[in-house]
């Protein structure tokens, strides 16, 4: 294959894992009648549990000897790492140090915060995370592409 113009094509790799975690939508900030009133049936003190689908997507240049951006093989353990190590069969709020010690609620949207921070911390030189997206349910979707206001 010869580059077009002697520039390397820019792809995207995603690694998709599923997890299973509980949790429960309720704000430290918040009293009882407020959490319930914002978060209605997900504040049910029991919690409950979803089917959480998890894609990281890596941008970068492809290698001219080895044909990739990433082995996804050395993706495959980072995620494992911060994601299935840390959510899976957990409680969310209870059992991840970062939601169980601070203030963050355990929406989806602070989930994928979370581990699109703790993945770009362990990619290699050069390897940019581009999206972290989190299938909450088959029906609610979040993208986290790290930007920050
Ligand atoms: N912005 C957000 N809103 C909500 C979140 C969230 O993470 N971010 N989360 C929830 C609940 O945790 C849960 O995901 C909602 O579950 P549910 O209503 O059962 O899910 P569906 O919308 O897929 O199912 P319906 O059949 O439409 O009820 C709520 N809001
Ligand atoms: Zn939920």
């Not at 911390?121 to 979040?142: A, D, F, Q, S």
């Amino acid at each position: 294959m010869s580059p077009a113009n002697g520039k390397r094509p820019i792809v995207d790799v995603t690694r998709s894992e599923s997890i299973s975690a509980s949790h429960r939508l309720h704000s430290k900030l918040l009293g009882d009648e407020e959490n319930s009133r914002i978060f209605g049936k997900c504040n049910n003190p029991n919690g409950h549990g979803h089917n959480y689908k998890v894609d990281v997507t890596v941008r970068g240049p492809v290698d001219e000897v080895t044909g990739m951006v990433i082995n996804v093989a050395d993706l495959k353990v980072i995620i494992q790492k911060v994601v299935m190590n840390v959510f899976d069969h957990k409680n969310v709020d209870l059992d991840v140090p970062v939601f169980r010690d601070t203030n963050l609620v355990s929406t989806a949207e602070n989930i994928a915060v979370v581990i699109y921070d703790d993945i770009q911390e362990l990619l290699p030189e050069g390897v940019k995370l581009y999206r972290v997206r989190l299938h909450e349910t088959g029906k609610n979707v979040v993208d986290y592409y790290g930007i920050r206001e």
